[in-house]
């Protein structure tokens, strides 16, 4: 380390990739702190409405939003989801939870349904005066990393330097390659992303669509159809606006090199929803209705990631980059927000910490790589709970089909309970005020009235599962894989 003047000390910047939940989220909670950061997305300005569908807001989530204060924009935003119903495909009803006698009185949020362009929108607003340091038509191609500090190149020929990197930038991260790239010392292909130890992969297809109100469903409810090889999650939104998406197992489970890519013209998108119109999403609701009443709708694959590098030396990689799920656990953005905020707790010990003089690259890296063991721990857990919820919906295989309907018809509630827990393992801003409703969410999970031995049996037969996929995946790895 080498010893500078006070005005290169104070210098501390920040560049976050992505226009993203994890990177909007990181941008706020640095500038609560006067953090120099930019914000550089590929795409040339904000997300059209009806672009994405929507998302669900968990009381984990809400937390860090809370200490941002944008939970109020957003409430007025959202729909509390105020039940939730699991069905079979022909109409038959597994169970109805009532959903505002969990969240909002364990944890003191409601679980919420928000269009993910409105989410956005409203995290780019909270930034007020650092709007300006958002920079649209911004694509990274090239990381060029000194003793203290990188330098991020964009395609129109710009460049940014900053002390740290972070990559914020979605599934198919330019920041994640880079790090990965980095991290096992091997050659770059062009378009080539055969890195790591975990593997990124397809294994279903997802229809999302977004419909207009029918009268046969109303505001906040949410509803799950289970079926042989698919299964539906319908939310309806503000004003009876209608969120679905439709999880299809594919033939067989794609590696990232090989991800299929889905024709987005509707007579494609007919043909393939053409086996489903007749399945019940509720007692008297059938696909049909939705799906002849759509506004807009898309098929993409739903990848799995978990990686195993998120860090190289002043980069680090939060959010979809390193760590996506399926929908089924409603915890993908969740966690991003999650690890941001983590992150950002990181950032503001290492700038407390420099002292007299700047870190260097590994001084950053150790830092980093503590952060990452510790995030990656609790990222483990949901992406296993959301890898066996999606293949016990969608009945994949004996095992999972009964524990799919033994969970549904008789643990419902614990089981929303045990993803959304607000507990010591969930992250918030350590430099921010805690948010007025922690306390009362500690009190009622403290004296609530779940069932200790349902919530205990809930949580064994996740670990049990859990641990018997890790251990068939450890004797059954390929010679050769496509790894991301």
Known sequence: MENLSAKELERFEVIIIGFSVAGLTLANALSRRKVDYVVLEAQKGLPAPFTGNALTLLPNGARVLSQLGVLEDIEAASQPIRSHSTWLANGYLIKTVDMMQLPSTRHGYDSVVIARWDLIQ???????????????????????QSSSGVKVKCTDGSSYTGNIVVGADGVHSVTRKEVLWRRQDISRTLGSVQYGSLILTSEYSGIYGISNPISELHPGQAHRTYGNG???????????????????????????????????????????????????????????????????????????????????????????????????????????????????????????????????????EARLRSWEASRKHRMKFFYACSWILARCESFRGTLFKALGLYIGSYHGEQVISYISDIDGRAEYLDFLPEPPRVSKAVLCVEHGNLFRLNYFVVKT????????????????????????
């Not at 409203?122 to 060029?144: C, H, M, P, Q, T």
């Open 230 to 364: 698919f299964s539906f999650i319908i939310n309806v939104g503000k004003h009876g606006r209608i969120y679905w998406l439709l999880s299809i197992k594919a033939k067989e489970t794609s590696p990232y090199l090989h991800l299929s890519r889905y024709a987005q013209d509707q007579a494609s998108i007919d043909q393939h929803v053409r086996p489903f119109l007749n399945v019940h999403i509720s007692s008297n609701v059938l696909f049909r209705d939705l799906y002849y009443n759509t506004k807009t709708c898309l098929h993409v694959g739903l990848e799995e990631l978990l990686s195993e590098n998120w860090v190289s030396g002043n980069i680090v990689c939060i959010g979809d980059s390193v760590h996506k799920m399926t929908p089924n656990l409603a915890q993908g953005a969740n966690c991003a927000i999650e690890s941001a905020a983590s992150l950002a707790n990181c950032l503001m010990r290492i700038r407390n910490k420099r002292q007299g003089c700047i870190f260097d690259k590994c001084s950053y």
């Open 122 to 144: 409203i995290l780019y607003n909270k930034l007020l005066g650092d709007r300006s340091r958002v920079v649209f038509n911004k694509r990274a191609i090239d990381f060029d």
């Open 461 to 484: 037969a996740f670990a049990l599962l859990d641990s018997s996929l890790r251990l068939w995946q450890l004797c059954s790895q390929p010679g050769e894989a496509n790894r991301c």
